[in-house]
């Protein structure tokens, strides 16, 4: 097993009253992927959010608990939420390529940054969509609108986006449940690339998918975490009744 | 070049333990809100600057002989013609003011004589009250019935395609300048109840009324088919499922639950029209007279404004004394609007709770 | 009475009060533009009056409330803005402070505009005007007077809400996923409202703005008194100069024209330009605000 790269520590969470993740603790490995699985409404998103405090933006959420990137926790007071994005990236469900060009959308992260210059701009766009594989498919259309592309090109135009910022983990919001088989299997390919310089953790409710590409799976159940071991364990000979069950679709 | 390929991107480590400070960020927030601020800065300044100007009325010392001093030359508003009012009263210039003293000013206000300029200045608002509140009330009638039972029908009867024509052609309304429905009135309005009627005075508080009601329909008809619209559905469905015909429903079930916004919106049209002034001007034949006929010309608050502003003296008691009738506009339209703001937004925001 | 003649008759009188109103606005309508047609050429648009004001064109006034919705608009149009994304992206609805800037802008949009012509007098003209005088120039008269510059100033107040409220309302139906996905590439708040947000809302910003100046350039009542002038026989050259307006020329020439009768095709057809602006810049308005709602769902 890589050395721990997100550790959370006792994390619960409140929507207003409502209890949505109820003292969460694990680790999540460096350059791996770790899948969370689940039914709907168990919490995975809301666990996934919390990870770059795109909670935060959320009105009357309360949250109580560690979570530690690099031994740093993420909610102390002092830190800088704005620097943590730039660290841990994310892939939403609904890809939002903004409405610009495919290239504008790319050299959004590195312009923010402060980088204007012509050719680091070229050269950190054509890295990133080579590295989502999708150079190929835009290479002629760099300065035609995202919007014009297929959901499954947008959704690896919000990846490449993502990457031109040099993100350390990335966080993947079921990134391919708005897609076809085809497109599903490029992504799951490039999870399967990305991982050897990222740590990957992504949402999914397929449980096919969390299996041919995770390493790790962790199952959520109401706000809680059921259980969490490496993949093929938790697909061959999980430790609860729960877990069997949920994998073997009698519930969920 | 820090950010060659995904590797060396290490070399400029992005850290997040501490805090930055951002300077853009942290100015835009702060001109931001500053400039937010502005509007609330506007209001108070908007209460302190014209009653800041009627204030001198209630010092009953006024110096009268230093203002009738400063009377030379200053008048406002558009004058390389000295402009010839129509109405009697107002003919008499502004260079042979004087006041006799003894008779102070505020004493006169609630007098029935609104003489502002004269030997002997009488500012009595009682006439200017009264016309007001008969141009006001016409306008209401005429106005309000009219708007609320067109949103009833754009809301309850239209079929979804003639309401999308029906309303953004009332709404146009909204978008006609008052002077032009001053215009039509002056023109058109005017002479057509001429014939009809037959009464003596081209211009008075009826045709004033009429006009005004146009300018506030659109006000009155879009804030109504608001309130009916957002009427929550399920009643509607409710009720028609019951077997209850379209104006059933409409009058039994979605016209009392819209009643409280339906009331917002009358009010915020009854300040449009006590407020408007350039219809008022072209319209009402500006004779402040006391008079309960509405065929009768009539002189509102705000035409006094608007018609002797121009020509009065800058400080001086009749300056003053329109200054005093601003404020009573301000504060009775800005109590309107409070009113309409949270009584009747309370009203609507319970009435749906409690049915929930 | 039988319920379904009394559901005919109800659904009839409204139906007719939807048709009078029609019927009074396409009467105006029809009565300005039969009555100024046959005057309005490029002459009448194209000349200063002439023969006091009994013939000639109303080419001053149409400069003058040009001129006066452009500086109208450069002073409201960005603090309409800033004050639109306060509300939208740095107030919580619940604060005590936002409600209160709301309130306050829903009170300029309800304030009578002649108590704005009586703020522009006292405020701008008597205070502000009156000490930058007493300052700049030994109190010689200068900008305490009516002008241009101070009549719009006042217009831009009256038409602030306008813009406000347009925009607040563009940059709400920007989907929360667009802010996300900025945020989440570490674009800061400030960053996230330049590069997502204002671009997001740049059609809303153009309504409110084509509504502002429609709306300026109707309005007489906050000139009346900061700075329209019956005849002026130069166009105003600088800001402290008075201007002629459309809409006071209307109100003057309808009221207070010496010989009422032998303008009155002028007044229908300067009456027809001033309808003609407010109205297209309206239906533009009407058409960009449907696209933008449009896109909200
Ligand atoms: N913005 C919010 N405000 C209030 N409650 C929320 C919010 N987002 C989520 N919740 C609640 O928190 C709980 C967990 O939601 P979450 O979206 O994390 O579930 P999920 O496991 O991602 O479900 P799904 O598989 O459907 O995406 C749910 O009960 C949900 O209703
Ligand atoms: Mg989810």
């Known amino acids: ?252 | ?356 | 009475m039988n319920r379904n003649l009394k559901d005919t008759i109800v659904e009839g009188i409204t139906g007719v009060s939807v048709l009078l109103i029609i019927f009074i606005i396409v009467s105006i309508l029809a009565i300005t533009i039969v009555g100024g047609w046959p005057k309005l050429n490029w002459t009448f648009l194209s000349e200063f009056p002439k023969d006091g004001m009994t013939k000639g064109g109303i080419f001053p006034a149409i400069i003058g409330t040009a001129v006066m919705t452009i500086i109208m608009a450069v002073a409201a149009v960005p603090f309409g803005v800033i004050t639109a994304v306060y509300l939208a992206e740095y107030a919580s609805e619940k604060s005590v402070v936002a409600k209160t800037i709301r309130f306050a802008v829903k009170t300029l949009a309800v304030v009578p505009s002649i108590i704005f012509g009586l703020f522009g007098l006292g405020f701008f003209i008597g205070f502000i005007g009156k000490n930058m005088d007493g300052l700049l120039n030994g109190g010689v008269l200068k900008w305490g007077q009516p002008n241009i510059l101070w009549a719009s100033f006042t217009m831009a107040l009256l038409t602030l809400p306008v813009v406000i409220v347009s925009v607040e309302e563009a940059i709400r139906t920007i989907p929360r996923e667009m802010r996300e996905a900025s945020l989440a590439l570490g674009a800061t708040k400030w960053q996230t409202i330049k590069s997502v947000v204002l671009p997001g809302s740049i059609s809303g910003i153009l309504t409110g703005t084509i509504l502002a100046v429609s709306r300026g350039a109707g309005e007489v009542a906050p000139i009346l008194f900061t700075g329209a002038a019956y005849f002026l026989s130069t166009l105003p050259h600088s800001l402290n100069d008075q201007f002629m307006s459309l809409g006071y020329h209307i109100y003057i020439m309808s009221t207070q024209s010496s010989d009422v009768d032998a303008t009155l095709p002028i007044q229908f057809a300067t009456t027809l330009v001033l309808l003609l602006l407010t109205f297209s810049l309206n239906a533009v308005a009407v058409v960009l605000r449907y696209r933008i709602r449009k896109r909200a769902k």
């Open chain 1, 1 to 252: 097993m890589n050395e721990i790269k997100v550790k959370v520590k006792d994390l619960s969470l409140w929507y207003g009253t409502n209890h949505a993740l109820k003292s969460i603790s694990m680790d999540i490995p460096e350059k791996m992927v770790t899948a969370f699985i689940g039914p709907s409404g168990c919490g995975k998103s809301t666990f996934l959010r919390t990870l770059n405090r795109m909670n935060d933006l959320i009105d009357n959420v309360t949250i109580d608990g560690e979570v530690c990137i690099d031994n740093i926790n993420i909610y102390d007071k002092d830190i800088d939420v704005v620097n943590l994005r730039k660290k841990v990236g994310m892939i939403f469900q609904k890809s939002n390529p903004f409405a610009k060009s495919v290239y504008d959308n790319i050299a959004f992260g590195p312009r923010i940054n402060g980088i204007s210059q012509k050719s680091i701009l070229d050269e950190i766009v054509e890295r990133s969509l080579k590295q989502a594989a999708i150079w190929d498919e835009v290479k002629d259309r760099l300065f035609n609108s995202a919007l014009s592309l297929s959901g499954g090109q947008q959704q690896r135009i919000c990846i490449a986006r993502s990457l031109a910022v040099n993100p350390e983990i990335i966080l993947m919001d079921e990134p391919a449940s708005a897609l076809d088989p085809i497109s599903t299997a490029k992504i799951e390919e490039l999870i399967h690339e990305l991982k050897k310089e990222y740590t990957i953790i992504i949402v999914t409710h397929n449980m096919q998918q969390a299996a041919r590409t995770s390493d790790l799976t962790a199952l959520f159940y109401m706000g809680d975490l059921i259980e969490m071991n490496r993949t093929e364990v938790i697909f061959s000979n999980p430790a609860k009744k729960q877990t069997e069950d949920y994998i073997s679709g009698r519930f969920g």
């Open chain 2, 1 to 356: 070049m820090a950010r060659g390929t995904g590797k060396v991107a290490k070399s400029d480590i992005v850290t997040f333990n501490k805090k930055k400070f951002r300077f853009s960020d942290w100015f835009a927030e702060k001109v931001i809100k500053s400039v937010a601020f502005l509007s609330i800065a506007i209001v108070i300044l908007i209460f302190v600057f014209v009653f800041r100007e009627a204030f001198p009325i209630f010092r009953m010392d006024k110096k009268v002989a230093a203002s009738s001093e400063l009377m030379v030359q200053e008048s406002y508003g558009g004058s390389d013609s000295g402009s010839t009012e129509k109405v009697a009263d107002n003919q008499v210039g502004n260079s042979n003011k004087t006041q006799t003293p003894g008779d102070s000013p505020s004493s006169t206000l609630l007098s029935k004589t609104w003489m502002p300029v004269s030997d002997n200045p009488r500012y009595g608002m009682l006439p200017l009250f009264l016309g007001t509140l008969k141009v006001t009330l016409i306008a209401l009638l005429f106005a309000a019935p009219l708007s609320i039972l067109a949103a009833i029908y754009t809301s309850m009867f239209a079929k979804p395609r003639i309401r999308e024509v029906i309303k953004p052609v009332i709404e146009l309304l909204a978008g006609f300048p008052s002077v032009v429905i001053g215009f039509f009135a002056l023109m058109v309005l005017a002479s057509v109840f001429q014939n009809i009627f037959g009464y003596a005075s081209r211009l008075n508080s009826f045709v004033g009324g009429i006009a005004m009601g146009l300018a506030a329909i659109p006000i009155i008809y879009t804030l109504t088919e608001d309130a009916l619209t957002a009427v929550p559905k399920t009643f509607t469905e409710a009720s028609l499922g019951l077997g209850a015909s379209r104006r059933q429903t409409a009058f039994y079930v979605v016209l009392p639950a819209a009643v409280p916004g339906i009331f917002a919106a009358v009010v915020l049209g009854l300040g449009r029209i006590f407020g408007e002034t350039m219809i008022a001007l072209m319209a009402t034949g500006n004779a402040a007279m006391i008079s309960m006929n509405p065929f009768d010309s009539v002189r509102t608050l705000s035409a006094t404004i608007g018609a002797e502003m121009a020509e009065v003296v800058f400080g001086d008691t009749h300056y003053n004394v329109l200054f005093l009738i601003g404020s009573l506009l301000f504060i009775f339209t800005f109590a309107l609007n409070a009113l309409a703001e949270f009584y009747f937004k309370n009203m609507v925001i319970r009435k749906y709770q409690s049915k929930k």
